[in-house]
């Protein structure tokens, strides 16, 4: 064997000094054309911002709703109260043609005092002296300030208590019934009503100018049932 080929295979042979390139964190593949961005948005770059990433806080879900909700439910509202306006004015005007609900509330302006001074009044009338009613500018005063004052307060409780006494007399009797009772109750108010008819017929034919009205008429006519 020839002396050199020995020597050569007695010699260990030396590893290669070839670099292999090594990859560093930083640094991209340098085969790779395009660059990599899916791991960029895991890490949070590039990722798309929300609203509240550009300082201004995230509106929630209710306050959504209830931005959208309130033009329509203050519309709604809006639009029922003019509703309701235009139905009490019309409501108001239909009854003071038929009913005078401000000239009714006149004849209720009673106290307790006026009560007991006109039942005074109406179980004694030969007491009393001084009949004029009191006008204040062309006007009748309340009766809760003059005695002498109708009013429709007493004719209404004394017309009711009539009525049960009525149905009371009948039940001593046992001839109580519920249609009884509506019976009694009826024939008196058409009685009242012909007794204002004829009264009004009356001061007609006669052509008497006078200040009292229908309601002045039944107010007085009621006080009957006082006795």
Same mark, same amino acid.
Do not use: C
């Given at each position: 064997?020839?002396?050199?080929?020995?020597?050569?295979?007695?010699? +260990?042979?030396?590893?290669? %000094?070839?670099?292999? !390139?090594?990859?560093?964190?930083? #640094?991209?593949?340098?085969?790779?054309?395009?660059?990599?961005?899916?791991? $960029?948005?895991?890490?949070?770059?590039?990722?798309?911002?929300? +609203?509240?990433? @550009?300082?201004? +806080?995230?509106?929630?879900?209710?306050?959504?709703?209830?931005? @959208?909700?309130?033009?329509?439910?203050?519309?709604? #509202?809006?639009?029922?109260?003019?509703?309701?306006?235009?139905?009490?004015?019309?409501?108001?005007?239909?009854?003071?043609?038929? /009913?005078?609900?401000?000239?009714?509330?006149?004849?209720?302006?009673?106290?307790?005092?006026?009560?007991? %001074?006109?039942?005074?009044?109406?179980? &004694?009338?030969?007491?009393?002296?001084?009949?004029?009613?009191?006008?204040?500018?062309?006007?009748?005063?309340?009766?809760?300030?003059?005695?002498?004052?109708?009013?429709?307060?007493? !004719?209404? #409780?004394? &017309? /009711?208590?009539?009525?049960?006494? $009525?149905?009371?007399?009948?039940?001593?009797?046992?001839? &109580?019934? !519920?249609?009884?009772?509506?019976?009694?109750?009826?024939?008196?108010?058409?009685? @009242?009503?012909?007794?204002?008819?004829?009264?009004?017929?009356?001061?007609?034919?006669?052509?008497?100018?006078?200040? @009292?009205?229908?309601?002045?008429?039944?107010? &007085?006519?009621?006080? %009957?049932?006082?006795?």
């Amino acid at each position: 064997m020839h002396p050199a080929s020995l020597a050569a295979a007695g010699t +260990p042979r030396q590893p290669s %000094k070839r670099r292999i !390139p090594v990859s560093q964190p930083g #640094m991209a593949d340098p085969h790779q054309l395009f660059d990599d961005t899916s791991s $960029a948005q895991s890490r949070g770059y590039g990722a798309q911002r929300g +609203p509240s990433s @550009l300082g201004y +806080p995230a509106p929630s879900p209710s306050s959504q709703a209830a931005f @959208l909700d309130d033009p329509v439910s203050n519309m709604a #509202m809006a639009y029922g109260s003019s509703l309701a306006a235009q139905g009490k004015e019309l409501v108001d005007k239909n009854i003071d043609r038929f /009913i005078p609900i401000t000239k009714l509330k006149y004849y209720f302006a009673v106290d307790t005092l006026y009560v007991g %001074k006109k039942l005074g009044l109406l179980f &004694f009338p030969y007491l009393h002296q001084d009949w004029e009613v009191q006008y204040q500018q062309d006007t009748p005063v309340a009766p809760r300030f003059d005695v002498n004052a109708p009013d429709l307060y007493i !004719p209404a #409780m004394a &017309f /009711i208590t009539y009525v049960l006494v $009525a149905g009371l007399a009948l039940g001593t009797q046992d001839r &109580f019934s !519920p249609d009884l009772l509506g019976l009694q109750a009826s024939s008196a108010l058409a009685w @009242l009503t012909l007794e204002v008819l004829a009264i009004l017929l009356s001061l007609y034919l006669v052509t008497v100018n006078t200040d @009292l009205t229908t309601i002045d008429l039944v107010a &007085f006519l009621g006080y %009957k049932y006082v006795g």
